[in-house]
């Protein structure tokens, strides 16, 4: 059973830093890619950024380019999400997930974890 489980959300003054930690298992991940997702209230979930696992590759939209660094560690089997200069406006749940290769929805999803930035 594949499971995702987020830690390290919080609050955080703006301009402050987070690093946010996805311990994924159940599977290998080798041919996966991680993504981590953010959902506001009233607003749509947004893809913030991306890691392919085997190659590490890496995709960042454009709101959070030059802030936020998505890592793996492979020994662990977890992603990171760095978190730097926070604005107000990426207070959301962060959401972990990840989808096999060729595939073009992500199949598993972690529960979720808050992430409030005070101004």
């Known amino acids: 059973q594949v499971q995702l489980v987020e830690s390290g959300g919080g609050l955080a003054q703006a301009g402050g830093s987070l690093k946010l930690s996805c311990a994924a298992s159940g599977r290998t991940f080798g041919s996966h890619e991680m993504g981590w997702f953010r959902q506001a209230p009233g607003k749509e979930r947004e893809r913030v950024a991306a890691i392919r696992w085997g190659i590490g590759s890496e995709y960042y939209a454009d709101s959070v380019k030059g802030r936020f660094t998505i890592s793996r560690d492979n020994a662990k089997s977890t992603v990171y999400l760095q978190m730097n200069s926070l604005k107000p406006e990426d207070t959301a749940v962060y959401y972990c997930?990840?989808?096999?290769?060729?595939?073009?929805?992500?199949?598993?999803w972690g529960q979720g974890t808050q992430v409030t930035v005070s101004s």
């Open positions: 997930a990840a989808r096999p290769l060729g595939v073009s929805s992500y199949r598993y």
